[in-house]
């Protein structure tokens, strides 16, 4: 019997593959109870281009709580204007197994917002 994590990085698999066939740049989503980390990753030999978490201190200072909506919402502005500066427009939304809803979509709609397509 699989545990919560092994199926979410199951469900996971068929994104990822779909991804790397579209050969384009992926944003990818890890979010924990206490954080949210969202990071560009290039598609061809699978390095970071950038990266934005609650972690940073930067944020820390403008964020209250690292685990909700609106820390969600500053990281997904935050990878997208680091994205903008790095040449990146055009992405492909990695969730990573995670439902499309709550902090993941707030991430999501807030890095469109500020440019970057997908």
């Known amino acids: 019997m699989l545990n ?11 994104t990822r593959n779909k991804i790397s066939e579209l050969g384009i740049i992926r944003l990818s989503v890890h979010r924990t109870n206490s954080h949210i980390y969202a990071q560009l990753i ?8 950038t990266s934005a978490s609650t972690l940073e201190p930067e944020v820390r200072k ?12 500053f990281i997904g502005k935050r990878i997208a204007e680091k ?8 992405i492909a939304f990695d969730r990573a197994g995670y439902k499309y809803h709550g902090r993941v979509r707030a991430l ?6 500020h440019g970057l397509n997908f």
Not at 5 to 14: A, F, G, H, T, Y
Not at 42 to 49: E, G, H, M, S, T
């Open 83 to 90: 994205g903008k500066i790095c040449g990146v427009s055009k």
């Open 62 to 73: 403008e964020i209250i709580s690292g685990g909700n909506v609106s820390a969600a919402m």
């Open 42 to 49: 290039d598609k061809d030999n699978n390095k970071i281009i």
């Open 108 to 113: 999501a709609d807030a890095a469109r917002e």
């Open 4 to 14: 919560l994590k092994e199926k979410r990085i199951r469900r996971s698999r068929k």
